[in-house]
């Protein structure tokens, strides 16, 4: 298999708090990993050292045999990256499909644009319905689903979740993970960092636990429900 992104010895600090410490992570091209672990644990730092948000103090990050922790955000981006941040950060005055639009900034194919928003809309009908809504009208849900449709159809490479459950209600959350999982079988790589171990563990096949700023335990999701920390902890077993 492929491997798209690799992160190597990756350290990263405020000041003199250590929030990522010796970070080793692999990702394989076609594939759904999830990072786990409770809050404050590194998880979203993470992601922002992968998208460019945050420059690494020691260590490489290495996407498609190329360094890209000295480059950019935008430039970032244009590999292929995309992050769909914690809290959305939507532009709440823009409509629905304004937003969308402002993802597809860098897809000047309009054949694969055009494919892309098909899919984004069976994915979330929702969307749909509400494209010529203000952004900042919509519900919780809608406007999670707005924000992964908003990095889905800049046609990434890598993407990159942010908590896509957080503050929502449990069904709202069980559809987000099914279009999820739906993103998976399409085929884009995907590195989700989700606090709720159970949705995050149903849909990933490979699970790297944080804490602390330091990568603990990985593995299949049978491999750690066998794990009695993993299982008390995380899991309410």
Do not use: W
């Not at 948000?53 to 990256?81: M, N, S």
């Amino acid at each position: 298999m492929k491997i798209l992104l690799e992160i190597r010895k990756v350290y990263h600090y405020y000041e003199k708090a250590r929030a990522l410490e010796e970070i080793n992570l692999t990702i394989e091209k076609g594939a759904l990993d999830a990072v786990i672990g409770p809050n404050g644990a590194g998880k979203s730092t993470l992601l922002r050292v992968i998208s460019g948000l945050e420059e690494i103090d020691r260590g490489k990050i290495v996407f498609l045999g190329e360094r890209i922790d000295e480059l950019k955000t935008h430039k970032i981006a244009k590999k292929g990256i995309a992050h769909c941040p914690e809290r959305r950060r939507l532009f709440y005055d823009m409509t629905v499909m304004e937003n969308i639009q402002m993802g597809a900034y860098s897809l000047k194919d309009k054949k694969k644009f055009n494919a892309l928003l098909a899919f984004i809309f069976e994915l979330f009908p929702r969307l749909e319905e509400r494209k010529k809504q203000r952004a900042g009208t919509l519900s919780g849900g809608e406007q999670q689903m707005l924000a992964i449709a908003r990095a889905i159809i800049a046609n990434p490479k890598l993407l990159l979740l942010d908590e896509p459950s957080l503050g929502l209600a449990p069904k709202i959350k069980d559809k987000i993970f099914a279009a999820i999982d739906l993103i998976k079988k399409q085929g884009t790589t995907t590195l989700l960092v989700e606090q709720d171990a159970v949705l995050a563990m149903n849909v990933a096949e490979n699970i790297h636990l944080l804490e602390e700023g330091k990568i603990e335990m990985r593995g299949t999701k049978e491999e750690l429900e066998k794990e009695p920390r993993i299982k008390k902890v995380y899991l309410g077993i």
